[in-house]
């Protein structure tokens, strides 16, 4: 038997795609009630999300959806109602020649990566016809603005996150599973980055300065960038290392929800990707994002739409030191400089990203928008409802 959803996803930024697409998946089973099949060609990027995920698994059921791996060759399967081709992944023959033999065909959506860029309000929803089957697919591209897709909101992260964030018993409970002795000393700070971030020249300029910061790492290849600060060649889940003003703490890598509720509970977040970037924005809390490096540095025009955006929130002053620290951190060059000078700043930056979240927060929710936009597509082609 079909699902009335299907999702397919090639992981090519690691945690980032499969992270977006595990998130809808979800959501749509759990807020909507529909049969959901997620496709994906490396299962195992999954796996350190959820508990007990199989990785070898051909099937299998978590939270009411059912994950498979993407088979090659492809094997016959009845598509379902709405199709979403992740991130353009490219859908196999045997999946476009299934949907076109089905009638009605589902609703075939390419779900876009996240920009801030004014082009794609432009683009959002366009049609785009199969050029050798009956067949037409929409680009569907999330955003920032009531002309985009919006970005992915369960119904009650937020009322969530301001009951962590109000309580701090709840915050006390939470440092303690990750091994900590209670609310951690100085600003907190969560590092997630690429491998390649210039991370031993920001460390420099924290143990170097004047305030204390606790940083918190991911095990696994960031902390392994890390490292070699202390003259090591790796650090361990658990570990914890101080040079002057900075103390690092190494977390076993965390579930989806967890990692959200350490976006909460930090002052500062570095996020980078997708999955993570959409996740701070909600934890109304100081972030720097660093996108997916792209050739001919597409990727800095990205973060420099967002940082337009975003910085309408923040004083004149303050978003130029968010923006010169942001590029730097992409950048990889003056990151000591610029992170005086964003430091300098002083807790202005926590009212704007609390505003800012405010404002994303007004407009209808991404997992609602691809519903309603699929159940329009149906209807206009005389498909009974979803």
Not at 5 to 20: L, P, Q, R, S, T
Not at 137 to 152: E, N
Not at 307 to 333: I, M, N, T, V
Request: net charge negative; aromatic share 12%.
């Amino acid at each position: 038997m079909s699902k009335p959803w299907e999702i397919f996803c090639k992981v090519i930024d690691n945690f980032g795609d499969a992270g977006v697409c595990w998130r809808l998946a979800r959501q749509l089973a759990a807020e909507y009630g529909f049969g959901v099949r997620l496709w994906i060609d490396e299962p195992g990027a999954l796996a350190p999300l959820m508990p007990d995920f199989d990785r070898e698994a051909m099937m299998q059921h978590r939270a009411g959806v059912e994950v498979r791996r993407w088979p090659q060759p492809w094997a016959e399967v009845e598509p379902g109602r709405v199709v979403i081709e992740a991130f353009g992944c490219a859908l196999p023959d045997g999946v476009l020649n299934a949907m076109a033999r089905a009638s009605p065909a589902p609703v075939w959506i390419n779900l876009e990566y996240l920009s801030a860029e004014s082009w794609v309000e432009e683009h959002h929803g366009l049609p785009s016809r199969h050029p050798r089957l009956p067949l037409t697919k929409h680009f569907f591209f999330p955003g920032f603005t009531p002309a985009t897709g919006g970005l992915l909101r369960e119904r009650d992260l937020l009322a969530r996150r301001d009951a962590f964030q109000r309580d701090p018993a709840a915050r006390w409970r939470f440092w303690e599973t990750l091994g900590l002795a209670g609310e951690p000393v100085g600003r907190k700070v969560s590092l997630f980055c690429y491998p390649e971030s210039p991370v031993l020249e920001l460390l420099e300029a924290w143990s170097a300065g004047t305030e204390e910061i606790f940083c918190l790492v991911p095990q696994g290849p960031v902390a392994a960038a890390c490292a070699s600060f202390w003259g090591r060649t790796a650090l361990p889940c658990g570990a914890q290392e101080h040079r002057g003003a900075l103390t690092l703490r190494v977390f076993p890598f965390l579930a989806q929800d967890v990692f959200d509720t350490l976006l909460w509970a930090c002052d500062l977040n570095f996020v980078r990707g997708e999955d993570s970037f959409v996740r701070a924005q909600w934890a109304a809390r100081p972030m720097i994002w660093q996108p997916y490096r792209q050739d001919e540095n597409a990727h800095l025009a990205k973060l420099a739409a967002f940082l337009l955006r975003q910085g309408a929130y923040f004083p004149e002053s303050a978003g130029k030191a968010l923006a010169d620290l942001s590029h730097a951190w992409s950048g990889g060059k003056h990151v000591q400089d610029a992170w005086s000078r964003f430091a300098a700043q002083g807790e202005v930056y926590l009212p704007g990203a609390k505003a800012w979240a405010s404002h994303l927060a007004g407009q209808p929710d991404l997992c609602r928008q691809l519903v309603d936009f699929a159940e329009k597509m149906a209807i206009m082609r005389g498909s009974p409802r979803l």
